[in-house]
């Protein structure tokens, strides 16, 4: 099998705070693996690491073969980052702002059109082409974020807690979307939600208080048990704390 992302006794420390632990793990081509966790546990963390946002304080995590410290460009130059908060420049249109993405992630100028217009249908937003991102919906602009983070046709997609503050028939389509962009691209998804790791995923890491505590699919991980209980069990003792 061939691994796209490779984590080895990751430590992240904020100053005194050791939000990440000593973790490791490998995802590899064409996984859809949810990163489940309650707040605070080092998810966010995590994902900002694997792209190269944020630095590490010790261990190492290599994207396809790449070194994200030392091999950064062409480590960077494989993955498609959604943040919990899209990056939108709110005045411009969706198709404006579409391409200026593609031209900052290196997109060649003659692709640039038929790129963009190819990631607003596979995000259903090719109606929205000319509407200025600050009058769409929560959901569309969710579809935007999707969108950039697909738009240099990336091996990896990193989305960080991808429904947050969507309503229920909006969760749904974007769940619908990730399910359809598996095959293609190896997905890595943080989420707090167990339903949105049983929805999209076919595998889970749970994580909790900066360290890993269960990486199996889903089908293993519930093994004829509620899912629920034992993702409560696991992860109880930080509720409790
Ligand atoms: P999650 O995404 O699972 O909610 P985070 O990765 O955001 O968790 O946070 C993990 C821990 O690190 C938390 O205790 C959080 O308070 C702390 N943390 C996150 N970002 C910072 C920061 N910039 N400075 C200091 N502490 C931080």
């Known amino acids: 099998m061939e691994p796209v992302i490779q984590v080895d006794r990751l430590v992240k420390r904020y100053g005194e705070i050791e939000?990440?632990?000593?973790?490791?793990?490998?995802?590899?081509?064409?996984?859809?693996?949810?990163?489940?966790?309650?707040?605070?546990a080092g998810k966010s963390t995590t994902m900002r690491i694997l792209t190269g946002y944020l630095p590490l304080?010790?261990?190492?995590?290599?994207?396809?073969?790449?070194?994200?410290?030392?091999?950064?460009?062409?480590?960077?130059?494989r993955i498609g980052y959604m943040p919990e908060v899209p990056p939108l420049y709110l005045d411009m249109t969706v198709f404006d702002y579409l391409m200026f993405v593609a031209r900052i992630k290196g997109v060649p100028a003659r692709e640039r059109r038929a790129r963009v217009a190819q990631v607003m249908e596979q995000t259903a937003i090719g109606n929205m082409a000319r509407r200025i991102m600050a009058k769409l919906s929560k959901g569309y602009k969710q579809r935007v974020g999707l969108a950039q983070a697909l738009v240099n046709n990336p091996e990896l997609l990193i989305l960080d807690e991808p429904t947050a503050g969507l309503d229920p028939t909006q969760i749904i389509e974007i769940r619908k979307l990730i399910r359809s962009l598996a095959g293609e691209h190896t997905i890595i998804l943080s989420t707090h939600i167990l339903p949105e790791v049983t929805a999209a995923c076919d595998r889970a890491i749970i994580i909790d208080r900066g360290r890993i505590v269960a990486d199996d699919s889903i089908a293993g991980l519930s093994a004829g048990r509620n899912l629920e209980e034992v993702f409560i069990a696991l992860t109880m003792q930080a509720e409790l704390a």
Do not use: C, M, Q, Y
């Not at 490998?26 to 605070?40: A, D, H, M, Q, R």
């Open 19 to 40: 939000a990440v632990r000593g973790i490791s793990f490998t995802v590899n081509k064409g996984e859809i693996v949810g990163f489940l966790g309650p707040n605070g």
């Open 57 to 77: 304080s010790e261990g190492t995590v290599r994207i396809a073969g790449h070194d994200i410290e030392t091999e950064a460009r062409e480590a960077k130059r």
